[in-house]
């Protein structure tokens, strides 16, 4: 692994005029040039804060100029200048001998001019760090479309043992459709994998009008369907603590609707004459499954997610299960500098506070948008998550607030602990006896996260579509989720007329739709450790839809779309059942009625 670092091997012999002395044997040594490629070990490497942006909803944009989905980062700063750094805080009095050198250059190569004994400390020190920032593991994801008629059920929990796990992707495997997938995934950086294509379709018309002339402009949208992964990780006691996106689109049809847009074209003399003008609109229907969790793999264990959806124009049910399959990330790791127990320590600051998700949305909830813009049926919603900023500074302050002779630097996502070699000696006892105490405070720190599954479930009361959604998604407590489960597809909704001198024609409008359920949920505890569930967002749920024809002239027909839907925008405190459930229920708690009665129900265990 060394050898990596030596791409460019010069031996020089320097001796530069100068005279050793009974203290310095600098000039009795051979001054070797070497060059080490630091481009691998990106140590203060941050990615940027949109690296794990990703649009829940909506899958298809009206609007090319709409800002996409982010995954690129800048490759600006390699993020390797705290290598030198942390050599020169190490072995800094070495290097003031004549001769010596230790530069970077703008590539990521460290020139160093040194003997041969310089060189194998340095050597040592890039192969530690090397074997903790570029440590590795892997995450298996097995998806499954479970059905009765293929025999499949899902697992009876969101978290289920590897050996169960193992057993269950087998048998699944041989009875539906599986797709699998794997993950490399680092502790310093995302691991996105996008398997989307994108289709164009023509959704809406830009209608120009000048004097006795019309014509329809196309505007062509753009949807991205398929699967895209984004996530991020960070090693702790219990297992492997992620922030996990899982975007999932999936074509149901795509419809013609031929559109007359006529122009009326009048004149002082002449009665009005209609030109026809056909045109065609396409209506995308994209079902959607996706999920922003703040989550964790247990060791041993793996974790579970299941969605089913039964709408009027589409049903699927599937299961996701996500393994940890490689080895531990390692939490901390130190290196013995000298024979007087001197120690280099790097940790992962991850470990105390885990990587996170954050969502947000425009309406998707009452009391977040105006009023004329929820009326539209949904059509300004979106849902979107990024990672969060974390900041370990305070934990940092408490960690280090007695230590006396340790320096440390936080590089990144990396907490780098080192002595002062050159005075270690004096006082060598204390001086070890701090490093131990420092190393079993972090440990102390770090985060334990406790581990939910949560269960959301839209209820019809007395409908023969008794539960049209569902999903079943192991969260961290104290942490959100958002998840959106549905159908988009689009509508004539109203026409704007244009009129100029000699001419006038109907603009569709068209309108975005979304027929399901797309909801925020966080699960904490309160001062006395009681459960507390915010929850906002909703469903919206399409009952019927009629083409009304206008009769002819400039307007064609508007399609009108009928909805039930049920907003939430609450915090509740829970009270844990006999069965150790917590159950909230929003929305009619009846058992029939009203036949646009609707109500959700959320289990935590």
Known sequence: MIAAFFPLLLVLPIHDGQTATDDENAGEEVDVVRFYDLSTLPMSYQPEGDALRLTLLPQVEFDQADERDAYTESDQDLGVSSVPDLIEQLYGDEFEYAGRRMRLNSDGRMI???????????????????????????????????SASSGGAAPSGSLISAAEAETWVAAASRTGRHESYVLNLRADRPSVLDLSRELQ?????????????????????????????????????????????????EVLALERKDIDLSTMVTATDKPAQYV????????????????????MIPRGQAIVLHSVVELQRGAA?????????????????????????????????GSLTPPALRAWGTGLWPGFVPR????????????????????????????FDDVEHMSWE?????????????????????????????????????????????????????HKDGTPLQA????????????????????????????????????????????????????????????????????????????????????DFVEQSS??????????????????????????????????????EIVVR
């Not at 813009?373 to 500074?393: D, I, Q, Y």
């Open 276 to 295: 026809e003008g056909f045109s065609v609109l396409q209506n995308l229907q994209v079902m959607t499954r996706s999920f922003a969790l703040n989550t």
């Open 201 to 249: 379709v023509v959704v809406d018309y830009d209608v120009e009008i000048a004097q006795a002339t019309a014509i329809a402009d196309p505007i062509v949208g753009t949807a991205s369907v398929g699967t895209r992964i984004a996530m991020r990780g960070a090693p702790t006691a219990d297992g492997l603590a992620l922030a996990f996106s899982w975007k999932r689109g």
């Open 317 to 349: 049910s599937e299961v996701v299960i996500i393994r940890q399959v490689g080895p531990d990330l390692p939490i901390l790791r130190s290196l013995l500098l000298n024979d007087e127990g001197a120690e280099l320590v790097i940790a992962d600051l």
């Open 112 to 146: 160093v001019r040194a003997p041969e004994a310089l060189h194998a400390r340095v050597a040592g020190i890039l192969a530690f760090l090397d074997g903790t920032i570029n440590a590795q593991t892997q995450i298996r994801i097995d998806v499954f479309q479970v």
């Open 410 to 462: 936080e590089t990144g996502r990396w907490l780098v602990m080192y002595p002062d070699l050159y005075s270690f000696a004096e006082r060598q006892a204390e001086r070890i006896d701090e490093q131990k105490q420092v190393v079993a405070a972090f440990t102390a720190m770090q985060a334990k996260p406790e581990l939910l599954d949560l269960s959301v479930t839209v209820y019809r009361p007395g």
């Open 563 to 600: 909805f039930i839907h049920l907003f939430v925008n609450e915090v509740q405190r829970l009270e844990q059942g006999p069965n150790g459930e917590w159950r909230a229920i929003f929305g009619d708690l009846s058992e029939g009625g009203s036949p646009d009665a609707l109500r959700i």
């Open 372 to 399: 004329q813009l929820r009326s539209k049926l949904w059509a300004p919603a979106s849902l979107a998550v990024m990672s969060s900023e974390w900041n370990p500074g305070v934990l940092l302050d408490i960690l």
């Open 472 to 555: 079943r998604v192991p969260v961290r407590m104290g942490e959100s989720c958002a998840m959106a489960l549905g159908i988009e597809d689009s509508e004539v909704a109203d026409y704007d007329v244009e009129v100029a001198q000699f001419a006038s024609i109907g603009d569709p409008t068209m309108h975005r739709l979304f027929d399901g359920l797309a909801i925020w949920i966080k699960p904490s505890r309160d001062v006395h450790g009681q459960l507390v569930l915010d929850v906002r967002g909703g469903v919206h749920l399409l009952t019927g839809r009629e083409r009304f024809d206008l009769g002819g002239g400039i307007s």
